[in-house]
């Protein structure tokens, strides 16, 4: 069963990057057709996928978030990894990572999720 958490900062400044990571056990993030990815839920609002990366590394991004945002992998650490950069405070959300398996449409298994607050 594969497991998922997410860590970083609850609280970011408008302006800067928000980095968080999404550390994964129970299963390796190169394992064959897995995808990776990471969804946001603003306050009110629905779930919005942000980023993704396939087992061997392509990345997929949000058409409206694509030009502020990077998603990469530890491979050593099996951690994949989302960098938001010049945030603002449409950027708070909670984050969360979660993995689609071979075979299974959606995303199956996801992680508890982690607050992020983008204030001065």
């Known amino acids: 069963q594969v497991q998922l958490q997410e860590s970083g900062p609850g609280l970011v400044k408008p302006s800067q990057t928000l980095s968080l990571t999404c550390t994964v056990s129970?299963?390796?993030?190169?394992?064959?057709?897995?995808?990776w990815g990471w969804i946001r839920q603003p306050p009110g609002k629905g779930l919005e996928f942000v980023a993704s990366l396939s087992y061997s590394g392509t990345t997929y991004y949000s058409p409206s978030l694509r030009s502020r945002t990077s998603i990469s992998r530890d491979t050593s650490k099996n951690q994949f990894i989302l960098q938001l950069s010049s945030v603002t405070p449409e950027d708070t959300a909670v984050y969360y990572c979660a993995t689609q398996a071979p075979l299974i449409a959606g995303w199956g298994s996801w992680g508890q999720g982690t607050q992020v607050t983008v204030s001065s």
């Open positions: 129970g299963g390796s993030i190169t394992t064959a057709d897995y995808y």
